[in-house]
């Protein structure tokens, strides 16, 4: 479950931060908001995925909690104020440009990392 968890995240953190650079390159004027709120959530999977590769769990659990704490945020705040997101970001909407999996992802990671016991040191 780890590995499979740290490969998603990994995938993640690749996707949200390409899609966030070339929308910040090519039209950061179009939606700065929803453009720098991809590249932060992009961030956070790299961050995450390093934490969980590695781990790190301190890392990873502040991140994956940050990450939910984010979905919920912005999926609510995309319903609710449509217009202040022009453009979609990967957690507008709790992630359904990206079938909900930024939705699922943060609670599958805290379940990981609150029920398996750390590694020995």
Known sequence: MGRALTFIYGVFALSATARASVQI??????????????LLAGLIYILATIGLARGYRKLALACVSFEL??????????LLWPSSFPDATVWSKFGIGYAFVPLILPFLGLAYLLRTKPAPA
């Open 69 to 78: 704490v984010g979905v919920l945020t912005v999926g609510t705040a995309s």
């Open 25 to 38: 390159a090519a039209k950061f004027s179009q939606a700065p908001v929803a453009y720098l709120l991809s």
